[in-house]
């Protein structure tokens, strides 16, 4: 098995602590949150995942080891939370907690570095897939995620 790459391996800790500072630091300025719906620059994605963290405090990863794909990292993640607090995504309507259990079907994160950054992040395109899953599960009105 491959080792995490430092920078890979210091977001993944920002992800599983809610330290969306320290997921910042580790994501270049021009990154790119590529979904099939849209393209969310750095500041976008950040704000998405205050609104994830805001909503479901108890939002959890759990994660496979790296798999190197040519110019990518794959990673297949896990991850869910009970929405218990108000969903807020940056220009959307506020989501009331809803109570609900949510939980993201298991799927791969491609990541592209450039030395000791992320640049791209880029879901796997799966039905019930992150982050649009999130507001599918809870009857939110869809959007453009």
Do not use: C
């Amino acid at each position: 098995m491959n080792p995490f790459p430092t920078v890979l391996r210091t977001y993944i800790e920002g992800l599983k602590t809610h330290d969306v500072d320290k997921i910042g630091r580790s994501v270049a300025d021009d990154l790119a949150f590529v979904t099939a719906n849209r393209t969310l620059g750095k500041e976008q994605f950040l704000g998405m995942l205050r609104a994830i963290y805001a909503g479901f405090p108890d939002w959890h990863y759990d994660h496979d080891g790296p798999e190197y794909r040519q110019e990518v990292i794959a990673v297949k993640f896990r991850q869910g939370g009970s929405h218990t607090g108000t969903f807020a995504l940056p220009g959307q309507n506020p989501l009331k907690a809803t109570g609900k259990e949510v939980n993201i079907p298991e799927h791969y994160f491609f990541y592209k570095l450039r030395g000791d950054q992320i640049v791209e992040i880029r879901p796997e395109p799966v039905p019930g897939g992150a982050p649009l899953g999130i507001l599918e599960q809870i009857g939110a009105p869809m959007a453009s995620l």
